[in-house]
């Protein structure tokens, strides 16, 4: 027999705690996990191997390691190895009813786009390779003529997003001079995107015209100057201002501009390709409405209404688009191949208007009936009662979708769900509940509103995606 150790001064309850001359050096442990070595590689095993037995050590020194976690030492290893594998970003269930949600990745891609990133990403391509003539080619040009085509611009450029679309436009076009822009469209769209802000990094000088809610050509016109490099109109996408308001549309503003030789900018934010009204969604401005009302340059968003990848759509003008593209800073800006690919395959899917309600994700989930999202939750509503109950209670409810994204801000698609109250009443326990759909193995996402746990499911097109986790959800309550 050993010494009398501490597990004996502290009596019988320390007994079955280890002590740290009970844990294997790591070379045993390493070699006790062979197969996690060979799978992959003495560096990370090793070193999760090492914070493993670090942290075991400390809680051995503790008294507060039960000697039977010891037996289980590979099995922990093994976990550690696979955490560590596991990216950090995860697919998760968006149920908050916000269709286009920036924190949740915006618009989803649609087939064809997951097809093709999957088929080039993997490969060599063409991105900037002229495969009539072997020679250097543009990525532009892969994606120009279709842009031109779906908008009626004669020039088209890509970048890596609306925000850099917007900087890049007004540097190459006011850098060193004055753009105008009307007090009631200063916006801020979050993540500091703020127009005063995006002109001073630009490099141009912001005149502000007009007052918040109202702001009249005459404004626009005594604005300008020998100074003045571009007038700009910004669409406020995430607000609305409302009573007495004027301002100046830009079939009015073009002219205005024009007949002082300077161009004129409009960032539509979202902008939709097509008009959405005939789904019978709110109406959002299209860039092709826009060329037609004179702008010389329209951006927009790739992956808002437009139900593609992160990207900034530049459409206009031969004369500044080819300005913005010669723009050094255009280089630091330009799209990758990843969200080219995935972007080409989506505008492809305009080709045919009367797929795109099917084609495209954003566009399909914009569009589902209500009824039929009410259908799902009666479907859904007693198995998911049976893994929360006692608990919480579950009811279907009518609810309201947003579009998202600071699109069509104040509209809302009439939408259905299921709203779980705590039995006790008591926000922590709902916040509970909120904290357990977060680690299910597919995080689910609500949202909490008036003491009830919303799930929108507007956007639960696999009904499994649910269903299969309320066996782990109903444990983790218990
Ligand atoms: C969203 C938005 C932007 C930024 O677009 P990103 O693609 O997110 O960079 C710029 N302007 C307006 C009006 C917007 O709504």
């Known amino acids: 027999m050993t010494a009398p150790d501490e597990s004996v001064v502290h009596g019988s309850k320390a007994q079955d705690k280890a002590a740290p001359k009970d844990l294997p050096a790591l070379d045993r442990l390493l070699r006790d996990c062979a197969p996690l070595v060979v799978e992959h590689g003495h560096t990370l095993v090793a070193a999760e191997g090492r914070a493993l037995l670090d942290a075991l050590r400390t809680r051995a020194l503790a008294g507060q390691l039960p000697l039977a ?48 990133v999957l088929a080039l990403m993997g490969s060599p391509n063409n991105l900037e390779f002229d495969l009539a003539t072997g020679s250097r080619g543009d990525r532009d040009e892969l994606i120009e003529g279709l842009l031109c085509e779906l908008t009626g611009a004669e020039a088209a450029t ?83 201002v409302q009573g007495f308001t004027a301002s100046v549309d830009e079939a009015t503003l073009a002219p205005i501009a024009h007949r002082a030789g300077l161009p004129l900018m409009t960032d539509l934010g979202s902008g939709a390709l097509v008009d959405l009204s005939k789904w019978g969604l709110p109406p959002e401005p299209l860039p092709q409405a826009m060329l037609k009302a004179g702008c010389d340059v329209v951006t927009f968003s790739g992956d808002k209404l437009l139900g593609g990848p992160q990207a900034g759509l530049i459409v206009g003008s ?16 330009r799209l990758s191949k990843l969200p080219f690919a995935a972007l080409e395959a989506t505008l492809r899917l305009y080709l ?32 998911v009662a049976a893994a929360v109950s006692p608990r919480f209670a579950v ?20 939408s259905a769900g299921l709203a779980l109250t705590a039995a006790d009443g008591r926000g922590r326990t709902l916040e509970a509940l909120a904290t357990a759909l977060r680690e299910l193995p597919r995080p689910v996402i609500g949202r909490i509103q008036d003491d009830r746990l919303l799930l929108d499911l507007r956007c639960l097109e696999e009904p499994t995606l649910l269903t299969s986790q309320l066996g782990v959800l109903k444990e983790a309550l218990a």
């Open 318 to 333: 031969r004369e500044a688009v080819g300005r913005i593209r010669k723009f050094p800073m255009k280089r630091a800006l």
């Open 69 to 116: 976690e010891v037996a289980t030492l590979p099995a922990a290893l093994a976990a550690r190895v696979a955490a560590r594998l596991q990216p950090s970003m995860r697919a998760v269930v968006n149920l908050t009813g916000t269709v286009i949600h920036t924190n949740l990745g915006r618009a989803l891609l649609a087939d064809a786009a997951l097809q093709q």
């Open 158 to 240: 890509v970048v890596n997003n609306n925000a850099a679309a917007v900087l890049l436009g007004i540097a190459a076009l006011a850098r060193g001079k004055e753009a105008i822009v009307s007090r009631g469209e200063l916006v801020e769209i979050g993540g500091a995107f703020r127009m005063p802000d995006v002109m001073a990094a630009a490099g141009a000088t912001l005149v502000e015209v007009g007052t918040t809610n109202r702001t009249h050509p005459r404004d626009y016109e005594q604005a300008i100057t020998p100074r003045t490099g571009l007038v700009v109109k910004v669409h406020t996408s995430n607000y609305q």
């Open 395 to 414: 009811e279907a409810v009518a609810l309201q979708s947003q579009i998202g994204s600071g699109s069509l801000p104040v509209e809302r698609l009439p």
């Open 352 to 383: 045919r208007p009367e797929r795109l309600v099917q084609d495209l994700p954003t566009l399909r989930l914009l569009t589902r009936p209500a009824e039929q999202i009410a259908a799902l939750a009666r479907q859904l509503l007693p198995e």
